[in-house]
Antibody, heavy 117, light 106 residues
Framework: QVQLVQSGAEVKKPGASVRVSCETSGYTFTDYYIHWVRQAPGQGLEWMGWMNPDSGGTNFAQNFQGRVLMTRDTTIHTAYMDLTNLTSDDTAVYYC??????????WGHGTLVTVSS | DIQMTQSPSSLSASVGDRVTITCRASQGISNYLAWYQQTPGKVPKLLIYGASTLQSGVPPRFSGSGSGTDFTLTISSLQPEDVATYYCQKYNSAPYTFGQGTKLEI
């Protein structure tokens, strides 16, 4: 069955960077884009961008341009999202999701990133 | 960028009620509209895509309609397990913006 397993919770200081991983299984990793979505505490969903695991191509939301990197390791079927120069506004649960027909049909369980001094 | 606006932001209804949530795009997006359900403490779940196509396994009491700028999600007979926040999302082109969410309570 399709699974996306994310890395564990992180606590970071302002100005630091964080990497969240998303290990996939149950399907051909390079056949489906991976999207990243975040949700601040008590807030709604915010789309961050997508990555094409086959080519490595990416497309980011304007809010994250210059601060986010989405990469992958096809040998271990894992996607990564790096976010730099963290502030308290980046405190959120970060989700990876598989794209099927342009929509996100399977989601990871989420990774809580807390930014605090 | 195209903005997605949902209404209402919250609503309370009774078991068995017919519930309708609306989503409006600031520009036309054809039928590139999805609905997600997020129950408390859980991961978002895809309900509907293509504005009206039910994702596999979703109960038929859920339905979607609309095209262009105006869309609706309807629950024909509300059940206790439908307590959740519902989000629309456009996906005609990046950015794949979500609506702000509609919190449904019983």
């Amino acid at each position: 069955q399709v699974q996306l397993v994310q890395s564990g919770a992180e606590v970071k200081k302002p100005g630091a960077s964080v990497r969240v991983s998303c290990e996939t299984s149950g399907y051909t990793f390079t056949d489906y884009y991976i999207h990243w979505v975040r949700q601040a505490p008590g807030q709604g969903l915010e789309w961050m961008g997508w990555m094409n695991p086959d080519s490595g191509g990416t497309n980011f939301a304007q809010n994250f341009q210059g601060r986010v990197l989405m990469t992958r390791d096809t040998t271990i079927h894992t996607a990564y999202m790096d976010l730099t120069n963290l502030t308290s506004d980046d405190t959120a649960v970060y989700y990876c999701a598989r794209e099927q027909g342009l929509v996100s049909d399977f989601w990871g369980h989420g990774t809580l990133v807390t930014v605090s001094s | 960028d195209i903005q997605m606006t949902q209404s209402p932001s919250s609503l309370s209804a009774s078991v068995g009620d017919r519930v309708t949530i609306t989503c409006r795009a600031s520009q036309g997006i054809s039928n590139y509209l999805a609905w997600y359900q997020q129950t408390p403490g859980k991961v978002p779940k895809l309900l509907i895509y293509g504005a009206s196509t039910l994702q596999s396994g979703v109960p038929p009491r859920f339905s979607g309609s609309g095209s262009g700028t105006d869309f609706t999600l309807t629950i024909s007979s509300l059940q206790p397990e439908d307590v959740a926040t519902y989000y629309c999302q456009k996906y005609n082109s990046a950015p794949y913006t979500f609506g702000q969410g509609t919190k449904l309570e019983i």
